[in-house]
């Protein structure tokens, strides 16, 4: 399988705990994006790499959010003491430079559920 | 601000045909995208405009007119799998995508 791969799947905490998810992009993708999807709404952008430089994040995620990718390959999200409104599906993407259209290649997503 | 309108939830016929408008109001213009979302999945890519008019793939369009700020989806002799959301989104000026919340489409036979 050559597509964006996430992981955990589902993962259920309790208020205050840290969480990791993992995403590993499609291999030649050097582009990278992070974003949250709550129910009946459209992606929210949290953040994006160039490799393995973070070039933006969103003026909305709070200081207890970082992303990493260290060797331009895959990516982690961290949530540092978690709270139920940080209860959603985490979405990963990738896709290439110099295409027409950029198109994004999503991940199947990583539910996190915050009790 | 920049937003994006579309309407939340559309009912079709099996076989018949279906269009859903998306208005957006954004800060550049470098393309618009058309998405699909199954239920518990991930976004799939459908259609890209950038220039005016209708771009054609298969039993899907999708038509753009950048002066009016207005794109559609067709979608053609429906079928159940059909039955999804769709997402509308814009790039704009920075690159970054803008989405919309979403048409759930509910196909019937």
């Known amino acids: 399988d050559t597509g964006v791969s996430q992981n955990p799947r589902h993962k259920i905490t309790k208020r205050g705990q840290n969480v990791t998810f993992r995403c590993d992009p499609i291999s030649e993708h050097n582009r990278l994006y992070w974003y949250r999807q709550t129910l009946g709404q459209g992606p929210e952008f949290l953040t994006y790499f160039q490799n393995e430089a973070q070039l933006e994040k969103s003026r909305l995620l709070s200081d207890r959010f970082s992303a990493e990718r260290p060797k331009g390959s895959f990516s982690t999200l961290e949530i540092q003491r978690t709270e139920q409104g940080d209860s959603a599906m985490y979405l990963c993407?990738?896709?290439?430079?110099?295409?027409?259209?950029?198109?994004?290649?999503f991940g199947e997503g990583s539910r996190l559920t915050v009790l | 601000g920049q937003n994006i309108d579309q309407p939340t939830e559309m009912t079709a016929t099996e076989g018949a045909i279906v269009q859903i408008n998306c208005t957006y109001q954004?800060?550049?213009?470098?393309?618009l995208f058309w998405y699909q979302q199954h239920a518990g999945e991930a976004p799939t890519f459908l259609s890209y405009n950038v220039l005016d008019g209708l771009e054609e793939k298969g039993r899907f369009s999708s038509f753009l007119s950048r002066s009016k700020g207005y794109s559609y989806l067709l979608l053609k002799e429906l079928q159940m799998k059909d039955s999804a959301s769709y997402l509308c989104?814009?790039?704009?000026?920075?690159?970054?995508?803008?989405w919309g919340a979403g048409t759930k489409l509910i196909i019937k036979p």
């Open positions: 954004t800060s550049g213009f470098n393309g």
């Open positions: 989104a814009v790039r704009d000026s920075n690159y970054q995508l803008i």
């Open positions: 993407a990738s896709s290439p430079t110099g295409t027409y259209t950029g198109e994004l290649f």
